[in-house]
């Protein structure tokens, strides 16, 4: 599986991206994530789906904010950002997992990775 990444960019406080991440292969059964990455901290999560897009869990700073969703018509998961602050400012990573029963909130229930997009958010 080969995740690709794409969306980010710069925008100001208060603006909205869209991120998405296509997926090679046959992804409709693989729970999928969004990670985030500011300098100097460590990876953090943002978002999971499940396979079938029913489950979904968010980080507590992005809830109500984002939106996580996906299209496995296209193997391709999203991302929706509202409202972004600057704190947001960070490289965006999805991943994937092959077999889960459940949102892995942590790097390591991950096994594959996309390249990341840059977002950056402007005060």
Do not use: H
Not at 34 to 62: L, M, T
Not at 102 to 123: K, N, R
Request: aromatic fraction near 10%.
């Amino acid at each position: 599986v080969q995740l690709q990444a794409s969306g980010g960019g710069l925008v100001q406080a208060g603006g909205s991206l869209r991120l998405s991440c296509a997926a090679s292969g046959r992804t409709f059964s693989m729970f999928m994530g969004w990670f985030r990455q500011a300098p100097g901290k460590e990876r953090e999560f943002v978002a999971g789906i499940s396979g079938s897009g029913v489950r979904k869990n968010y980080a507590d700073s992005v809830k109500g904010r984002f939106t996580i969703s996906r299209d496995n018509a296209k193997n391709t998961v999203y991302l929706q950002m509202n409202s972004l602050e600057p704190e947001d400012t960070a490289v965006y990573y999805c991943a994937a997992v092959g077999i889960s029963r459940a949102i892995a909130t942590s790097a390591s229930g991950y096994d594959y990775w996309g390249q990341g997009t840059l977002v950056t958010v402007s005060s």
